[in-house]
Antibody, heavy 118, light 108 residues
Framework: EVQLVESGGGLVKPGGSLRLSCAAS????????MNWVRQAPGKGLEWVSS????????YYADSVKGRFTISRDNAKNSLYLQMNSLRAEDTAVYYC???????????WGQGTMVTVSS | AIRMTQSPSSFSASTGDRVTITCRAS??????LAWYQQKPGKAPKLLIY???TLQSGVPSRFSGSGSGTDFTLTISCLQSEDFATYYC??????????FGPGTKVDIK
C-alpha cells in the first residue's frame, strides 16, 4: 500500500524548534519530488516547501523562508522538515504530499499537529 | 503569487443534486488546475488534475472543466459521502502552488 506517515508534531513555545518526519512506503520514494503543506485550525491549505527527488531543487514559501529547512534521506525513504524560530502563526496540521510529474499532489499523509504557544 | 478564489464559499445540497463549484485564478494557468476533497480531520484527497483528468479510483460522478482562469468542478449526483470541503489548486507556478480558500458542501 502506498503510504505516507508523518510524525514529530507537538506543543512548542514561541522561538522554539521542532523536526517533522514523513515515512514513505509502497512506492519508489527516490523517484518523486515531495512537499510539505500546512493547514491552520479551521483554515485552508498552504504550501510550505518542496524538494526534488535528488534534493537538487529546494523551495520555500516566503512565510517560512530562513526558518524552515526541508530535507530527505532516500536510503531511509524519509522526508523531513526542520522548523526553527517558531511563531504562533505556524500552528497548523502539517502534511507531507507526493508530487508526481505532470500531476498534482496525489498521495498525502494523515498529518501531524504543531502547536506554538507559551 | 497567483491567487485562487472559489465560489460559493459554502452551500447546502441534497443527495441526488447536481452541484457545481467554481474556481478562478488571478492570471492564466492553462490547465494546471487540480481539485481536492477534504473531510473533517482527514487529509485532502486528489480528485482531478490537469483541470479535467479524473484521478484513478475517483467516481465518475466527479468531473472538471475549464482552462485559462475559470474552472468548474461538477458532481453529477451528490452522494452522502460527498459532503466535504473542496479545494482547487493551481500548479502553473510549480513548485509554488497555491490553493483556493475552499468550498464547504453540507447537507440541506
Amino acid at each position: 500500500e502506498v503510504q505516507l506517515v508523518e510524525s514529530g508534531g507537538g506543543l512548542v513555545k514561541p522561538g522554539g524548534s521542532l523536526r517533522l518526519s514523513c515515512a514513505a512506503s509502497g512506492f519508489t520514494f527516490s523517484s518523486y519530488s515531495m512537499n510539505w503543506v500546512r493547514q491552520a485550525p479551521g483554515k485552508g491549505l498552504e504550501w510550505v516547501s518542496s524538494i526534488s527527488s535528488s534534493s537538487s531543487y529546494i523551495y520555500y514559501a516566503d512565510s517560512v523562508k530562513g526558518r524552515f529547512t526541508i530535507s530527505r534521506d532516500n536510503a531511509k525513504n524519509s522526508l523531513y522538515l526542520q522548523m526553527n524560530s517558531l511563531r504562533a502563526e505556524d500552528t497548523a496540521v502539517y502534511y507531507c504530499a507526493r508530487d508526481p510529474p505532470l500531476s498534482a499532489f496525489d498521495i498525502w499523509g494523515q498529518g501531524t499537529m504543531v502547536t506554538v504557544s507559551s | 503569487a497567483i491567487r485562487m478564489t472559489q465560489s460559493p464559499s459554502s452551500f447546502s445540497a441534497s443527495t441526488g443534486d447536481r452541484v457545481t463549484i467554481t474556481c478562478r485564478a488571478s492570471q492564466g494557468i492553462s490547465s494546471y488546475l487540480a481539485w481536492y476533497q477534504q473531510k473533517p480531520g482527514k487529509a485532502p484527497k486528489l480528485l482531478i488534475y490537469a483541470a479535467s483528468t479524473l484521478q484513478s479510483g475517483v467516481p465518475s460522478r466527479f468531473s472538471g472543466s475549464g482552462s485559462g482562469t475559470d474552472f468548474t468542478l461538477t458532481i453529477s449526483c451528490l452522494q452522502s459521502e460527498d459532503f466535504a470541503t473542496y479545494y482547487c489548486q493551481q500548479y502553473y507556478s510549480y513548485p509554488r502552488v497555491t490553493f483556493g480558500p475552499g468550498t464547504k458542501v453540507d447537507i440541506k
